[in-house]
């Protein structure tokens, strides 16, 4: 059975940095494509970032491009979400996903992915 956790949520001040890190247990990460996702209050979870298993295909979404940055250590299996010069509206419950078939490349719609973490709470706020 595939468990997804993520970890290194928290709060941050506007501009500051967190580093989100997503670990899975029952698949082998570096055969999957992942996604982050969050979902912020009263709003619908929304695709983030993902990355290729192989990490040659990566798509981030455009309101944090440039400020996030999704990579991965395959040797490690381990995913992760830098996030950087961080806004107030970045506040949200931040999740990663795992679909269960190999995938070329990825995508950030949620149908894609089978397998969720219980997300991880980011809060940016002086």
């Known amino acids: 059975q595939v468990q997804v956790v993520e970890s290194g949520g928290g709060l941050a001040q506007p501009g500051g940095s967190l580093r989100l890190s997503c670990a899975a247990s029952g698949v082998t990460l570096g055969h999957r494509a992942v996604g982050w996702f969050r979902q912020a209050p009263g709003k619908e979870r929304e695709g983030v970032a993902c990355i290729s298993a192989s990490g040659g295909m990566i798509d981030v979404k455009d309101s944090v491009k440039g400020r996030f940055t999704v990579s991965r250590d395959n040797a490690k299996n381990m995913v992760y979400l830098q996030m950087d010069d961080l806004k107030p509206d970045d506040t949200a419950v931040y999740y990663c996903?795992?679909?269960?078939?190999?995938?070329?490349?990825?995508?950030?719609?949620?149908?894609?992915?089978?397998?969720w973490g219980q997300g991880t709470q980011v809060t940016v706020s002086s």
């Open positions: 996903a795992i679909p269960n078939i190999r995938l070329a490349g990825c995508r950030r719609t949620e149908d894609l992915y089978d397998d």
